[in-house]
C-alpha cells in the first residue's frame, strides 16, 4: 500500500513570496489533515477535510493561507504572502476511519523563508 | 481547548533498561490518545493507541496506560534498544476530533 505522497520535500523562499505544497492521501482515505511542525515543537493542527469539506479550519491563519481539496482526493496548501515565522514542516496526513484516529503521515515539506 | 503537556523532553537510558513517557491532558471529554514516533528528518509514525474505554494496551515491547480519572496517560518502552531512540508524541483527540500533540520527548538509548 503506497503511503501518504507530498511535494516538494523542500522549499526555499524569500518573505511576501507565496508558495504551495502538494498532498495525496492514501488511497480510499477520506479525512485529509494539514499539520504544522516548527522545529523542537508537535505538530499542529492546521486544516481538516472529510473527502473534499472542511470539518475544521479552526487553527488555519486565513489571511495568509488557504487550503482546498476539490476532487476529495489530493490536497493543496497555500501560503500567500509568507512570514518569516512560517519557517516549519508542513506534514500530510491522512485516515480512513476519521475523527482523529489513525492518521499516517507522509515525509513533509520543508519550508524556509527567508 | 485541548492542552497536552508532556514530560520528560529528553530522556536518556542505557540499552536494555526500561523508558517511561508521561503526558497529561485538559479536555475531560477527550477520548482517543494516540503515539507517535519521529526519527530526525523522517514522518511521525504511529506506534499504539488506546481508547478511553480502556486502561491499558500492550504490543510487544511498548504499553501505554491511561488515567481518566487523572487525565494523564503513560507510554512505557521495556528491553530499551538503541533503534528506540527517537522522539516521541503523545496526543489526545477532544468531541471535536481534533488531535492536539504535546511537546515532544527525545528519547536516547545508549548501547
Known amino acids: 500500500e503506497a503511503g501518504v505522497a507530498q511535494s516538494p520535500r523542500y522549499k526555499i523562499i524569500e518573505k511576501r513570496q507565496s508558495v504551495a505544497f502538494w498532498c495525496n492521501p492514501i488511497?480510499?482515505?477520506?479525512?485529509l489533515y494539514w499539520y504544522q511542525q516548527i522545529l523542537g515543537q508537535g505538530p499542529k493542527l492546521l486544516i481538516q477535510f472529510q473527502n473534499n469539506g472542511v470539518v475544521d479550519d479552526s487553527q488555519l491563519p486565513k489571511d495568509r493561507f488557504s487550503a482546498e481539496r476539490l476532487k476529495g482526493v489530493d490536497s493543496t496548501l497555500k501560503i500567500q504572502p509568507a512570514k518569516l515565522e512560517d519557517s516549519a514542516v508542513y506534514l500530510c496526513?491522512?485516515?480512513?476511519?476519521?475523527?482523529?484516529?489513525?492518521?499516517?503521515f507522509g515525509p513533509g515539506t520543508r519550508l524556509t523563508v527567508t | 481547548g485541548e492542552n497536552v503537556e508532556q514530560h520528560p523532553s529528553t530522556l536518556s537510558v542505557q540499552e536494555g533498561d526500561s523508558a517511561v513517557i508521561k503526558c497529561t491532558y485538559s479536555?475531560?471529554?477527550?477520548?482517543?490518545f494516540p503515539w507517535y514516533k519521529q526519527e530526525l528528518g523522517k514522518r511521525p509514525q504511529l506506534i499504539i493507541d488506546i481508547r478511553s474505554n480502556v486502561g491499558e494496551k500492550k504490543d510487544q515491547r511498548i504499553a501505554v496506560t491511561l488515567n481518566k480519572t487523572a487525565k494523564h496517560f503513560s507510554l512505557h518502552i521495556t528491553e530499551t534498544q538503541p533503534e528506540d531512540s527517537a522522539v516521541y508524541f503523545c496526543?489526545?483527540?477532544?468531541?471535536?476530533?481534533?488531535?492536539?500533540f504535546g511537546g515532544g520527548t527525545r528519547l536516547m538509548v545508549k548501547p
Open positions: 479536555d475531560s471529554a477527550s477520548n482517543y
Open positions: 496526543a489526545a483527540s477532544n468531541a471535536g476530533n481534533m488531535l492536539t
Open positions: 496526513a491522512s485516515s480512513a476511519i476519521g475523527g482523529a484516529e489513525r492518521q499516517y
Open positions: 488511497s480510499g482515505h477520506a479525512t
